[in-house]
């Protein structure tokens, strides 16, 4: 049972847009939410992480944004680079990570 | 830089052979994760260990086992290997504490055949 719901599956943006992200989840107990940037033929890489005490937190060009009440939170990818084209996952934290299903984004130059 | 070296890229087995797939890493971590990675699946926890011969179940353990003799080393056992294990296996390390920032090795692609 997927504890983590990721859309969408697949994602094109054109350069210089912006990239949205979204995942849902329902165990209230989970208290760290990171994602993971992965690469063709790399393991998965921690991007960048948020505790639900914190409704926004920026680094760079990535955002992410949370809502605890509607149990969502979603990343945004300011000035999309071709660089960007990559695996993204969003997780939750309970006895270990549970991963969502994964976004593939493409950025077109 | 903390390094996770998965024993093999690229593995091809036949079924019913026993597999071992080995995971070392060099920062110290406590904890260790085995996870397979399928299209439009995700990452599934098979087995993590947060000590040495200790081992927890993930979500997917069945057919699978670990072993964790030495702090730096966790291996992924599949008893008797079937075509529906045919995956992308990723080992990580993690300080302690479930928060913490996991490392993934680069992955072993196994194919069962």
């Known amino acids: 049972q997927q504890q983590v719901k990721q859309s969408p599956q697949s994602l094109i943006v054109q350069k210089g847009g912006i990239s949205i992200i979204n995942c849902a989840y329902e165990?209230?107990?989970?208290?760290?939410f990171p994602w993971y940037q992965q690469f063709p033929g790399k393991g998965p890489a921690l991007l960048i992480a948020?505790?639900?005490?914190?409704s926004e937190k920026k680094e760079g060009r990535f955002t992410i944004s949370f809502n605890k009440s509607a149990k969502q939170f979603s990343l945004h990818i300011m000035d999309s680079q071709p660089g960007d084209s990559a695996t993204y996952f969003c997780?939750?934290?309970?006895?270990?990570?549970?991963f969502g299903k994964g976004t593939s984004l493409l950025v077109t130059p | 830089d903390v390094k996770v070296t998965q024993s093999s890229r690229y593995l091809v087995k036949r079924t019913g052979e026993k597999v071992f797939l080995e995971c070392v890493q060099d920062?110290?971590?406590?904890?260790m994760f085995w996870y397979r990675q399928d299209p439009g699946l995700g990452l599934r926890l098979i087995y993590f260990?947060?000590?040495?011969?200790?081992?927890e179940k993930g979500d997917i353990p069945e057919g699978y086992s670990v072993s964790r003799e030495k702090k730096e080393r966790f291996s992924l056992i599949l008893e008797s290997a079937s075509t529906n294990q045919t995956s992308m296996y990723l080992c990580?390390?993690?300080?302690?504490?479930?928060?913490?920032?996991?490392?993934f090795g680069s992955g072993t692609q196994l194919s069962v055949l």
């Open positions: 990580a390390s993690s300080l302690p504490g479930i928060n913490e920032k996991l490392f």
């Open positions: 165990n209230t107990a989970f208290d760290y």
């Open positions: 948020i505790r639900p005490d914190v």
């Open positions: 997780a939750a934290s309970g006895y270990a990570l549970n």
């Open positions: 920062m110290d971590h406590e904890n």
């Open positions: 260990s947060y000590d040495v011969k200790m081992k």
